[in-house]
């Protein structure tokens, strides 16, 4: 799960998710409205990371997120940089 917010700071009320789940190169693609800026990601069984850039607002953000990180059922914080 993931909370985006824009460059002002303010949650995103439809974020944009494009990405890659590895190994397999499985992709994501989807547009999500939050819930104050929530979204979630279902992630698939075998994935051991996921390459993702969001898009909301004008602003973006890639990140990559792995399988094994700690505390992982914790919502990640997502700060997107002005385009």
Not at 45 to 72: H, I, N, Y
Request: proline share 7%.
């Amino acid at each position: 799960m993931f909370r985006v917010r824009d460059a002002t700071g303010a949650p995103v009320p439809q974020v944009e998710m494009e990405g890659t789940f590895e190994p397999g190169g499985t992709p994501l693609r989807k547009r999500q409205v939050t819930a104050s800026g929530l979204c979630l990601v279902h992630w698939p069984k075998r994935a051991e990371r996921l390459v993702l850039t969001l898009r909301a607002r004008g602003g973006s953000a890639r990140l990559e997120v792995s399988s094994r990180r700690a505390q992982p059922d914790r919502v990640i914080e997502v700060a997107l940089e002005s385009a």
